[in-house]
């Protein structure tokens, strides 16, 4: 037996279809007339007396018994559950079914007996039919559930899962598992629990494992290679700490999606849902930044808020941030046609009362920037159009320079002229101590916004805050390196990491933008704002998680290659310059960088000749009179370190 249901023919199984309700209802009537006879044989033999003066004959009391029955069925739905996926409200459904049957056939033929002086039906008859009807059927139901089960553990399609927890959303998801379509996948095993005191107990006739020592080697006795986390117990845990020792020993953590997604309706037919890999945004150790919504209402309440960059990974999070704050206009300032179109058209689907304006246009390009705000006089700015990709600009320094820095001037300027409110530029932790040409180009723009609002504050207190963020690397941008290893282990690796050694901070896309707002209002004009980001993370480490959380083992399955710092990388980031300082805000998670502060009539020329430059000349010279405006800019694995020679 055990060879037989190893083969592939019961491999249809899985994909075997539901067995429609009327099939399911007949089969429950030729039971439930079975059982009418057992039991109409036990009573007439047993109870001969109670035979005399029946109106009915057997045909008779069958037939209406049968049509009471079904009655009872569609009362209660008792057949509209799927048979294999049989549960404890299927069979309470069963249970009342036949009861009542039983129930209403009894009281029916007291009622004739004393009105009437006639019996209809043999008195005995639902006594013995009820327990007897109810056994069958649920035989019926446990049997097809244990033989689908048998079948399917043998087939190698489903996976052994632990569930970690033991609280109501642990025990949910091993009940959904249990009576939903995931159980083609995952059979639940177990719960872990951090307890140290529950030993030898168990839920839902499932064993509960300490999470200890002792934890790991059991599962690989067992062959349990998978642990489910609901979305709860993520939150009561650190991913970062509690899940990595699951990781390392290959074993794959799976998160089930949250209970409001879950189907609706008859309980026998809920649907848990898809059984995902949890992200790994969700095991990095990164602190949590939390809104003041009042203070970003009041200044974008009503007001027309410009975000350049629209289209981009920051750029589109941040207007879906600002509309939950109904802004009477949001201007998508964006180059790039085709995003900026999808953009649009995804934003009028979601808010579809709100006035978004699609803009197309370039930052370098001053006049047609002024048409934009000729037309619409921006309140708030969002600065987030740039040139990101640290290769691309080491080969390209001149239209760095352009987009990075002629672009963030011409918006400023601009921004003076019309009275714009707040102006909020993002930045880069790559602008401290840079090693490229991209983050030099925005170490510049940042000393120009900041000695343009020193010189202007001097003159009139009420003119436009300029106000500078510096972000890590953002998971999940555009061109980031997480969406990158997704791709090449979708592909069967490589993964190809530049150095073994590589230190990266970290945040999610909806983290940069709450930080931007929140800039918004804590910004008085001239700050440059950080985030205190935790620990830098090894791109290794988070490699090799990546290949586990999709179910692979590291340089086993899917290789690790090691292709080399690429031009302007750097080992790890800095959020501060060694000379810098910080103070401490109303967020502590936001601080503010104390830098050295420029003279802008001197920085204005300086950094109008170095646009000439970038219009005119070669690179080398561009990037030359670049080190000059920025003396810490010292580059690494790149032609221009000559030029710090």
Request: hydrophobic content about 45%; proline content about 4%; overall charge neutral.
């Amino acid at each position: 037996m055990q060879s037989l249901l190893e083969t592939d023919i019961f491999s249809h199984i899985p994909d075997m279809k539901y067995t429609p309700r009327w099939a399911v209802l007949l089969i429950d009537i030729v039971l439930c007339f079975a059982a009418y006879v057992i039991s109409y044989a036990i009573g007439s033999s047993l109870f001969t007396y109670g035979i005399d003066g029946l109106v009915l004959s057997f045909w008779q009391q069958m037939i209406s018994m049968m049509l009471i029955q079904v009655f009872c069925f569609w009362l209660f739905h008792s057949y509209s559950g799927i048979i294999r996926f049989s549960t404890f409200v299927d069979i309470i459904k069963v249970l009342l079914a036949v009861v009542s049957c039983g129930a209403i056939v009894l009281l029916t033929n007291i009622i004739v007996q004393y009105t009437a002086d006639v019996k209809l039906f043999l008195n005995t008859l639902p006594l013995i039919y009820c327990p007897l009807a109810f056994v069958t059927l649920f035989c019926l139901r446990v049997g097809v559930k244990t033989l689908y089960d048998t079948v399917l553990q043998h087939t190698g399609q489903r996976r052994r899962v632990l569930i970690y927890g033991t609280k109501s959303a642990g025990l949910a998801i091993a009940k959904m598992l249990r009576s939903s379509g995931s159980y083609y996948e995952y059979v639940p095993k177990g719960f872990i629990t951090d307890g140290k005191d529950i030993k030898s107990y168990s839920i839902q006739g499932l064993p509960i494992y300490v999470n200890n020592d002792d934890l790991i080697p059991m599962m690989q006795r067992h062959n349990i290679r998978d642990v489910i986390v609901s979305p709860i117990k993520m939150k009561e845990i650190n991913p970062g700490v509690d899940l990595s020792k699951f990781l390392k020993n290959d074993i794959r953590i799976l998160t089930a999606p949250s209970f409001s997604s879950w189907t609706q309706g008859d309980e026998s037919q809920v649907r848990i849902g898809r059984i995902e890999s949890i992200q790994i945004e969700d095991l990095l150790e990164r602190p949590t930044i939390t809104m003041n919504i009042e203070n970003v209402s009041a200044i974008l309440r009503g007001q027309v808020v410009m975000i350049t960059g629209a289209a981009g990974s920051i750029g589109s999070e941040l207007v879906r941030q600002a509309l939950r704050f109904n802004p009477s206009v949001v201007v998508l300032f964006e180059q790039a046609e085709s995003p900026l179109h999808d953009l649009q058209l995804d934003l009028r689907h979601q808010y579809p009362n709100a006035n978004i304006v699609a803009y197309i246009g370039d930052l370098r390009d001053k006049v047609a920037m002024e048409r934009a705000f000729a037309d619409y006089h921006p309140d708030v700015i969002f600065h987030a159009g740039a040139y990101k990709h640290v290769p691309l600009m080491e080969e390209f320094p001149n239209e760095a320079v352009r987009a990075n820095v002629l672009g963030t001037k011409n918006l400023a300027d601009l921004a003076v002229s019309y009275g714009v409110k707040r102006f909020v530029m993002i930045s880069t932790d790559k602008a401290v101590n840079p090693t490229n040409v991209m983050g030099a180009s925005k170490r510049i723009a940042e000393i120009y916004v900041q000695s343009l609002y020193n010189k202007l504050s001097a003159e009139n207190p009420s003119c436009t805050r300029f106000i500078t963020t510096r972000f890590g690397n953002v998971l999940g941008s555009n061109g980031s390196v997480i969406p990158y290893f997704k791709k090449q282990i979708a592909q069967g690796g490589p993964v190809t990491v530049t150095h073994p050694d590589i230190i990266r901070f970290f945040m999610t896309i909806q983290e940069a933008c709450t930080l931007v707002m929140e800039a918004a209002t804590l910004g008085n004009g001239g700050e440059i704002f950080i985030f205190d980001m935790g620990h830098q993370v090894k791109i290794l480490d988070l490699a090799k998680n990546m290949i586990r959380l999709a179910g692979y083992r590291p340089d086993v399955d899917i290789p690790i290659v090691f292709t080399g710092l690429r031009p302007g990388e750097k080992l790890y980031e800095e959020v501060l310059n060694r000379k810098e300082i910080t103070l401490p805000t109303e967020n502590e998670k936001i601080k503010i960088a104390r830098v050295r502060e420029e003279n802008y009539d001197k920085v204005s020329i300086v950094i109008d000749r170095l646009i000439e430059t970038a219009a005119k000349e070669s690179p080398m010279q561009t990037v030359a009179q670049m080190k000059q405006i920025v003396p810490e800019y010292k580059s690494k694995n790149s032609i221009y370190e000559q030029l710090d020679r």
